[in-house]
């Protein structure tokens, strides 16, 4: 009999994908600028009163720098809490992040590189792998992206 654990299994690559997609989003917000939403000047004419029959007005003025604010302070509180989720991390393991994931030059650096010429000295590619997933996964638990394993139903060794 196998030994019961109450841990769930974890799926690898759905986990790896959520935590990529995570960084990528850093990425987004911490180099690309968005462009802020401004008020139109165009006068619009109605025979209809402003009011609705709420009796509620709109500010088209004050919700857009509610928007522009709120959006900013979203962005920026994001990415810091990935530099913190990072920087909890051991060494190796937040350097490969770092200088693989978190650059603006991330499309054009590889693995590869990475383990080859970033480390000092360098590493083999399994090595780095096993970092990689550590890291992953330690950046997964503090960020709460893990994905568990689906059980089936009935199980592996129940057979009729």
Request: net charge positive.
């Amino acid at each position: 009999m196998g030994q019961q654990s109450f841990l769930p299994e974890i799926d690898r690559k759905r986990t790896q994908a959520a935590v990529e997609a995570a960084l990528e989003k850093y990425r987004i917000y911490k180099y690309l600028s968005v462009e802020e939403r401004e008020a139109s000047t165009t006068a619009a004419y109605s025979d209809m009163p402003r009011s609705s029959p709420t009796n509620v007005t709109s500010d088209q003025t004050a919700s857009i720098a509610i928007y522009n604010v709120d959006s900013q302070a979203y962005r920026d509180e994001y990415c810091k809490r990935v530099e913190r989720a990072v920087k909890r991390m051991p060494k190796m393991e937040s350097f490969l992040i770092e200088s693989r994931y978190m650059t603006k030059e991330h499309d054009y650096i590889t693995d590869y590189h990475v383990y080859n010429f970033a480390f000092q000295p360098p590493m083999s590619g399994g090595k780095y792998a096993t970092i990689r997933w550590k890291a992953f996964y330690k950046f997964a638990s503090i960020m709460n992206l893990l994905v568990e394993r689906e059980q089936r139903k009935g199980g592996d060794n129940e057979r009729n």
